[in-house]
């Protein structure tokens, strides 16, 4: 299948605390406002499965991050 938008719950961690968590839109955008530091954005629970990613967001700004995640459908 085409990669498409979907709509999923992300939690944004760092170490062990579960910094933010936020959903995305039908249209797959999203944003966050989390301290500076690195993180590791993680699907919320099932599907769609996101494939986990680090991010680092630098004390003086924003950062654009596309995410990947597997919907289950073949």
């Known amino acids: 299948c085409p990669d498409r938008p979907v709509v999923m719950t992300v939690e944004v961690v760092r170490d062990t605390t579960v910094a933010a968590t936020f959903t995305t839109g039908a249209d797959g955008r999203f944003n966050v406002a989390v301290a500076a530091g690195t993180f590791v954005l ?13 991010i680092t967001v630098p004390a003086d700004g924003y950062i654009e991050v596309e995410l990947r995640a597997d919907t289950g459908m073949r």
């Open 42 to 54: 993680r699907s919320k629970a099932g599907l769609p499965a996101l494939r986990s990613q680090s």
